[in-house]
């Protein structure tokens, strides 16, 4: 159950209870998380970080087109960042519907901009200006909103910056100027890495501020939306209230391993299971809300454990393509 319960809920009826975090509902997930997570980067480091699912080069997949590929990710990641930022925008709403902005010349000019934005990253015209301003306005966010529900989206600013040391790619105005559409090559061996920890802090904010620490909330979801489907496979003994910790363990694993690095590609095939499955349930809300991540996730599948080569093979479709 990787999804937000606050886009579904009053969430002020639901404080984030931080004096839990001694509790063994909060204790046992931490170290069952914290010691899979242990063990996994060991034992992948050990074997020379070596994936165990297959990627392109290793389906057979010549290192030219995979290169070319490449090419077509920061396209990907605008476009999903920039549908949503549209969404947002025109809904009133502060990258996600949660966050919902006020009914003055504040709200407008924030639901403006991130229009501004969305259309930017779509078009990909000025490309790079917009992703420091989707950066300023992340943290802006900050102050409008508070600290913990702009950290939940950590993967935001990741984009943001994956963005303005990429461009927008292919198919973009901005290549027209033949200026805002090159790549910065210093932070390129940086775009990805930077791209799959924000992800990662952000699962990892979420399983405590949404599950571990925020019991009543996670109740209150499933008591509205019954998605307890352990009882219906026979284990009757699982209730609500383990059901919602085994999925707060298994997000803040998620989150634990991509800030690590530790099997990547096998992570996203796992959390591409649940993303998926909500679909059907929740959604438009959920569909928009998370086309970011989708995209985050498609070029991590892509990616997948970062072997020697595979940062070579990124700047090198960055500069000039397949070449």
Known sequence: ????????LDETKFPVQFGTWSSPE???????????TIIATVIYRARGRHSVVPGPIALGMPWENYVR????????????MGITLL??????????????????????????????IGLSFIYGALARPAAAA???????GMLAFGPLRIIEHTEI???????????RGPLAFDMALDKLNKPLAPLIPYAVPVLRTSLGIGLTVTAFTEKLWNLPMGLAFLSAYHLNFFPYIGLSGIDDTKFLLIAGTVELLMGLMLITGTYVRLMIIVTLIPFNLSLPFFGWRELVGHLPTYGILALLLLW?????????ALVRALRGGGA
Do not use: C, K, Y
């Open 1 to 8: 159950m990787i999804l937000h319960e606050r886009w579904f």
């Open 26 to 36: 909060s204790l046992v997930p931490i170290a069952v998380a914290l010691g899979i």
């Open 69 to 80: 590929i490449l090419t077509w990710v920061p396209l990907v990641i605008g476009v999903h």
């Open 87 to 116: 969404v947002s925008g025109v809904g009133r709403q502060f990258f996600v519907p949660n966050l919902v902005l006020p009914v003055n010349l504040l709200g407008g000019l924030l639901g403006m901009v991130e229009i501004a």
């Open 134 to 140: 989707l950066g300023a306005v992340w943290i802006l």
């Open 157 to 167: 600013l990741g984009v943001a910056f994956f963005l303005f040391a990429t461009g």
């Open 304 to 312: 997948g454990d970062e072997r020697p080569g595979e940062e070579g």
